[in-house]
C-alpha cells in the first residue's frame, strides 16, 4: 500500500519519509526543497551547513 505523510503519526517518520521521497526524485528535487527549507528556517539550514 502506498502510505503519505498525513497518514503517519509520528513526525520523525513523515520528516523520513518526505526526505527519502524527495530524493528518489533526484537532485532538481532535491536542491528546490533545500532552497525552500532555507526560506523557512534560516537558522536551521545555517546550522545544518546548508548556507
Do not use: W, Y
Not at 503519526?9 to 521521497?21: G, L, M, P
Not at 528535487?29 to 527549507?37: D, G, P, T
Amino acid at each position: 500500500t502506498n502510505k503519505s505523510a498525513d497518514e503517519m503519526q509520528n513526525k520523525r517518520d513523515k520528516a523520513r519519509f518526505v526526505i527519502d521521497t524527495v530524493r528518489m526524485k533526484g537532485e532538481a528535487a532535491s536542491s528546490e526543497m533545500i532552497e525552500f527549507l532555507c526560506e523557512v528556517d534560516p537558522f536551521l539550514c545555517e546550522h545544518l551547513g546548508l548556507i
